[in-house]
């Protein structure tokens, strides 16, 4: 069983910026497809970044250009560098970790973003 704890949201103004972790219990980022969903309220959780086992990423195109993912093997944990907010942004933020046989999701975040 692999647990992944997010950390890193709060609030923030308009403009600024956040990094959000996932700390995977396991050795997961050489073999797991990583990604950052969010789900606003009364919204359906979406993708917002993915980076392969290889890594590769990819982007929403709503945050294309100003978020970025990004993997540290050694602590096995997942970031996601939030510039440029909006509060189209605000959301509850959750890491997943998956392969065919096997999905895990964090408890999620709150990011908020507002004046």
């Known amino acids: 069983q692999v647990q992944l704890v997010e950390s890193g949201g709060g609030l923030v103004q308009p403009g600024g910026s956040l990094r959000l972790s996932c700390a995977a219990s396991g050795s997961i980022l050489s073999i797991y497809t990583m990604s950052w969903y969010r789900q606003a309220p009364g919204k359906q959780r979406e993708l917002v970044a993915v980076?392969?086992?290889?890594?590769?990423?990819n982007y929403a195109d709503s945050v294309r250009g100003r978020f970025t993912i990004s993997g540290d093997y050694a602590k096995n944990t997942v970031y996601l560098q939030m510039n440029s907010l909006k509060p189209e942004d605000t959301a509850v933020y959750y890491c997943?970790?998956?392969?065919?046989?096997?999905?895990?999701w964090g408890q999620g975040t709150q990011v908020t973003v507002s004046s």
């Open positions: 980076i392969t086992s290889r890594g590769s990423t």
């Open positions: 997943r970790g998956h392969i065919p046989t096997r999905d895990y």
